[in-house]
C-alpha cells in the first residue's frame, strides 16, 4: 500500500529544463511545488569537476548521464508487421536522467523555430498547392504563434546566456547575422564563440557559392554573464567535453547552473531526487488528476497528492506516462482515430565525410559543444520546394565538437576495419578530417507512432514504450537534397581531396545516433480529435494535467528544439499564473 504525503498545489515530473522552469515559476507565485526527479542529484560543484569529468569511457561510452537500459528502456520496430524488440544500449539517441536531465549532457547548439515552423501545413499548402504533403503525411499547424511566443523565447535567451550576433532585431535585417533569422525583441546576451578553424574553412567555401554562413547560436556563455535569475556564469574555455558531458566551468546553460539554484531558496520550492514516477492518479471519473504513485530511494511506493500535475520528463516519456496513465485516448494507425503516441517524430540527420591534405591542420580536440559555422538556405522555406516534391528542410554546418580517442577516429571508406592498415589511416586522418552535418525536419506519418510494448516491462513491472518509426519518402528526398548541398559546399572547401556523402536512407535504424531530438506523441493543437494537448499544454481530457517539452511538438522542425522547449515551459507557466489558478477549469472550451 503507498504512503500518502501531505497534498501540493503542484507536482512535477522531471527536474530537467521544463520542471525547473514551471517549478520556479508556480513557487514564486507563491504555490506549493514539488519536483520529482527519477535519478541521482548532480551538480557542476564536486559532480563534474576535472580530472573526473574528463572520462570518455563513463559518460560517451557507458552511458553515465543517460537513461540506464538496464532498467527502463524503449523498443523499437519499423512497422506493425514487425515485432518490436528492446534497445539494450543508446545507439540512436541518448534519453538523459539524473537531475537536470538532457540539459546537461546536450551540447548547447540553439536555435528558435522559425514562424513558419508553427503554420507548416497552411503556409504550405497555400503556397505550393495541397498535393505538396504525400496522403500520409500527418503534419498540422501549432495552435500558437511564433509571435506569441517570441517574449517567453526571450526569457529563455536571458535565463541561459545565450551567446550569438542577431540577424534580425525587430524586423530589421543586420549586416553580419544569419539574414533567415526571425526577428527577435532584443540582442543575444552574450557575443557568438569562437570559430574553429574547420568551421571557417566551411563558412569560406559556403559564401564563395553565394550562401549565407554565419555563427551558430549557443547555450555556452563565451564571457562572465549573470543571467536573469541573477546567477553566475563563466566563460567557455573550449575544452571539447561538451556533449554527453556537465560542464566544469558552469559555463554551458544547465538547470543546475540557470535556474535550480534561485527556485531553492524559495520556501515553497522542494526537489526529491531518486523518485520514479510510475503513473498520475485519476478520480473516479477520469477527469482530473488526484496527484502522482512514485518509487523512492528505498523501494518504497508513496502517492503525493496535488492540485496540479505536470509532466516534465524526457520527450517520450511523457507520453509513456499518459498511457500508463489512461490520460487521452491512445492513437491507433489502422483507424486513424486516437491522438496519445500520434505524430511521433525523430529528425532526418545525414552528412558529408571530408578528408584534407596533410598540409591542412585541423585540431579537432580545439572545439566546444556548440563551436559552428552554419547555414539556413535551405533550412524550413528559405528556398522553392515546387520542383523537389518534399516539405522540410535543414541546416548545414561543421560543429567541431571534440577529438576524444575513442570516439573519433575518421579513416575513408575502404580502410579495414581493425589491424595495422587502420591504425595508418587513423594517424594519417584525425588532424585532416572533418564532417560536414546536415540537420533536417522530419514529417510525421500516420504509421509513425507510440504506444505500450505488449511483451517487454521495466523493472517496476510496467509496459516499455513501444516506438514504431521509419523514414517516409519526404525526408528520403530531403535528405538527398540537402547532402547534395552539403557535397557541393565540401568540394569547395580549401584542401579537401576527398568527400563521401551520407544521404539518410531506409529503414531507419535504431543502432546508429541520429540525434536526440525525439518529438512528438502528445501534440499540441486546436482539435481535441488531433492533439493531445490544448495551446497551453492542457490535457483535453484532463483539466488539471499539463504536458510540456518537445512531445508538444506536431512535427520536428530542422532547428534543435530546446529553445522552443524553453519558450512553451514559459508560455505554459505564465498561463497557469495568470488564468488557471485564478479560475481553475479547461482553459479552452
Known sequence: MSKTLKAVDAVLIGGGWTGSVIGKELAAAGLRVVVLERGEPRWPSPDFQAPAIHDELRYVRRHALHQNT?????????NTSQTALPMRRWQFAYPGTHLGGAGNHWSGAYYRFDPVDFKLRSHHEKRYGKAIFAPEITAQDWPVSYDELEPYYDRFDYLIGASGYAGNLKGKVQPGGNPFEPWRSRPYPNPPMKVPFASALFGEAAASLGYHPYIQPSALSTRPYTNSEGLPMSACVYCGFCSNFGCEHYAKASPQVCIL??????DTFELRTGAHVLRVEMDKERKLARGVTYVDGKGEEVFQPAEMVFLCAFSVNNVRLLLLSGIGKPYDPATGQGVVGRNYTHQTTSGVNLFFDERTHLNPFMGAGAAAVTMDDFSVDNFDHGPHGFVGGGYIQIQVVSGAPISYHPTPQGTPAWGSEWKKAVRRYYNHSASITITGSAMPTRGAYLDLDPTYRDAWGQPLLRITYDLPDNDIRLSAFLTGKGDEIGKAMRGVIATEPGPRRRPFTATSYQSTHLTGGAAMGADPATSVVNRYGQCWDAANVFVTGASLFPQNSN??????????????????????VKAPGKLIA
Open 261 to 266: 539554484p534561485a527556485a531553492l531558496k524559495l
Open 70 to 78: 538496464a532498467t527502463e528502456t524503449f523498443t523499437f520496430r519499423n
Open 559 to 580: 532547428y534543435n528544439p530546446t529553445g522552443t522547449v524553453g519558450a512553451t515551459a514559459y508560455w505554459i507557466a505564465d498561463a497557469v499564473r495568470r488564468h488557471y
